[in-house]
Nanobody, 126 residues
Framework: QVRLVESGGGSVQTGGSLRLSCTTP???????????MAWFRQTPGQGREGVAA??????TYADSVKGRFTISKDNAKNILYLQMNNLKPEDTATYFC??????????????????WGKGTLVTVSS
């Protein structure tokens, strides 16, 4: 069973940057066949919001993060990244990595992803 693990969360001030990583411990090429991957975020009491997706090389971003966040995948290192720049207090959330080998019409529909990490917390202070 493939397990996703996120890292890189932390606390920053407004305008700061963080880079989140997602990998599959114990599976050196675990992400190689995950052609569809995404980052979601969630705050207490809210549903998971898709922020960035990589569909076999095609990237999609939520309007709220366009121009500030970048999703990328390094198959050689088996890592999915989310580079987050110019962070705002409203970006505060737990960020989750999601993956699936199959295609779907909506990259930000959380129900389409089979594999999930447990999340990493990002806190942005003003």
């Amino acid at each position: 069973q493939v397990r996703l693990v996120e890292s890189g969360g932390g606390s920053v001030q407004t305008g700061g940057s963080l880079r989140l990583s997602c990998t599959t411990p114990g599976h050196a090429d675990g992400l190689a066949y995950m052609y569809y991957m995404a980052w979601f975020r969630q705050t207490p009491g809210q549903g998971r919001e898709g922020v960035a997706a990589d569909e076999d090389g095609t990237t999609t971003y939520a309007d709220s993060v366009k121009g500030r966040f970048t999703i990328s995948k390094d198959n050689a290192k088996n890592i999915l990244y989310l580079q987050m720049n110019n962070l705002k207090p409203e970006d505060t959330a737990t960020y989750f990595c999601a993956a699936d080998p199959a295609a779907d019409a909506d990259p930000f529909n959380p129900e389409r992803y089979t594999y999930w990490g447990k999340g990493t917390l990002v806190t942005v202070s003003s």
